[in-house]
């Protein structure tokens, strides 16, 4: 079964920094634009950032200035960096890969932010 597979999470504090990671298969990179949702306690999943297959990136806006996604098509891996974190930024992280045939998710990495 194709899968995505998040890590990086973690508890840091407010005004601290995380990056994630998310690995997926190389028949998948190379054709998927790749994204970053979240979804927190008792809330939907949110958008967080995507980025395109030509490294064209979009970002909510919660997060403009802050978060910076990136795609690295030798490792098959996406990354988001995360500074500045705020309490408001606790969630789970899904990897998204968005393809012709369908989207793909992995099963999530938490990060928890403490005031």
């Known amino acids: 079964q194709v899968q995505l597979v998040e890590s990086g999470g973690g508890l840091v504090q407010a005004g601290e920094s995380l990056r994630l990671s998310c690995v997926a298969p190389?028949?998948?990179?190379?054709?998927?634009?790749m994204a970053w949702y979240r979804q927190a306690p008792g809330k939907q999943r949110e958008f967080v950032a995507r980025?395109?297959?030509?490294?064209?990136?979009v970002y909510a806006d919660a997060v403009k200035g802050r978060f910076t996604i990136s795609r690295d098509k030798v490792k098959n891996t996406v990354y988001l960096q995360m500074d500045s974190l705020k309490s408001e930024d606790t969630a789970i992280y899904y990897c998204?890969?968005?393809?012709?045939?369908?989207?793909?998710w992995g099963r999530g990495t938490q990060v928890t932010v403490s005031p």
């Open positions: 998204n890969a968005a393809m012709y045939s369908g989207d793909l």
């Open positions: 190389r028949n998948v990179f190379s054709r998927a634009h």
């Open positions: 980025i395109s297959l030509l490294n064209t990136t």
